[in-house]
């Protein structure tokens, strides 16, 4: 497979020249073009900050390619555009930041359907007047891309406040955390937290420890707890005993790998994905579609989504950071019976 960025296509491009008075017309021509090329390779890459890979996107959108330059950007894989280029929902916020709208979020939700959030910041005025050219904006980013399975929603920011505890409410927090944390102590318990939740009559304790030792000791904290809460008048509390490992892992491409499989395929309505999976051991990633298993094309978009998947983890660069580790690809109907 080719590497994305392959040093032949940085050659290829190196040598192509725009006139500076006519690259603003050639970046206009490129976006409006960019609809037109083939399965959306080059789409993605409209919004990169990479000047090259933005040259793919116009040449693909222009007339002027040349046959060599073509044939091999066409091979640049799908779901290697999203890998190496920014995520949509990044795109979609630095665009609508960089144009001055007072945005505070954006996001995505894929159930029940496919939704584009952005939430605007300000007035209900200011609102109102920018909510349209918001949605364009987002529709604009989307089509560059060929992003046709979501609709948008912008709506206004509503900051929620957090509950502020009252003087007693907040006598009653110190105490029961101070006398548990005494108790705990003295009888030689492991545990890194205690939280009281006045408003909520609720414990909260966290044990360090092995299974086993939590397994151990988890009911005779939950009496010692409630009978400090009794001693000191305090009824109606529950508890929650815990026992929360926290393992820290650093987030390198391995988490990028699985965020473009679920960019791609599920941007875009010809796949027919509703949700992706993953399982790291053994490594396997499970994609739902939504057609049924008794559609007539079920099992050929099964073998096009596994084709593509494949073709995107044995190119150079996803193969090197996999390590040539084996991998299973399911693709499952809606009916979840496999269909790849």
Same mark, same amino acid.
């Given at each position: ?31 409006? *073009?960019?609809?037109?090329? /083939? ?30 330059? $073509? ?9 290697? /555009? ?17 144009? !001055? ?9 894929? /159930? ?27 529709? *604009?980013?989307?089509?560059?891309? !060929? ?11 509503? $900051? ?42 609720? &414990? ?20 010692? $707890? ?16 815990? *026992? ?21 395929? &599920? ?30 094309? $079920?099992?050929?978009? !099964? !073998?096009?989504?596994?084709? &593509? ?32």
């Amino acid at each position: 497979m080719n590497d994305f960025l392959s040093n032949n296509v940085k050659k290829e491009v190196d040598k192509i020249k725009i006139p500076e008075d006519k690259l603003d017309q050639a970046i206009e021509q490129g976006l409006k *073009r960019g609809k037109k090329s /083939h399965r959306g390779f080059g789409k993605k890459v409209l919004y990169t900050c990479s000047a090259a890979v933005l040259l793919f996107g116009l040449l693909i959108g222009s007339g002027s390619v040349s046959p060599t330059i $073509a044939n091999v950007v066409s091979k640049i894989p799908y779901l290697g /555009h999203i890998f190496e280029t920014k995520d949509i929902v990044i795109v979609i916020t630095e665009e609508l930041r960089a144009e !001055g709208y007072d945005t505070s979020l954006a996001g995505i939700r894929y /159930h029940p359907e496919k939704i584009i959030e952005v939430s605007i910041e300000g007035s209900d005025e200011y609102f109102n007047d920018v909510k349209d050219d918001v949605e364009k904006i987002v529709r *604009r980013i989307l089509k560059s891309k !060929g992003y046709d399975a979501y609709s948008i929603k912008v709506n206004k920011y509503v $900051a929620k406040s957090d509950y502020v505890l009252n003087e007693d409410e907040k006598k009653e927090k110190k105490l029961l955390e101070n006398e548990i944390v005494k108790e705990l102590k003295q009888l030689g318990y492991k545990f890194d937290m205690v939280q009281i939740d006045p408003t909520e009559k609720a &414990m909260f304790i966290n044990i360090v420890g092995s299974k086993k030792y939590y397994n151990t000791i988890k009911d005779a904290i939950e009496k010692t $707890a409630l009978e400090v809460a009794k001693v000191n008048k305090f009824k109606g509390y529950r508890i929650n005993v815990t *026992r929360v490992t926290v393992e820290i892992k650093k987030v390198g491409k391995e988490a990028q790998i699985i965020s473009a499989i679920t960019e791609g395929l &599920m941007s875009k309505k010809e796949f027919k994905v509703s949700g992706v999976g993953f399982k790291s051991k053994p490594l396997t990633f499970i994609i739902t579609t939504s057609t049924l298993s008794s559609n007539p094309t $079920a099992k050929e978009l !099964g !073998g096009e989504i596994e084709s &593509m998947i494949v073709e995107f983890l044995t190119s150079e660069e996803i193969s090197s950071i996999l390590e040539n580790e084996p991998y299973e690809i399911i693709v499952n109907s809606k009916d979840k019976k496999k269909i790849n």
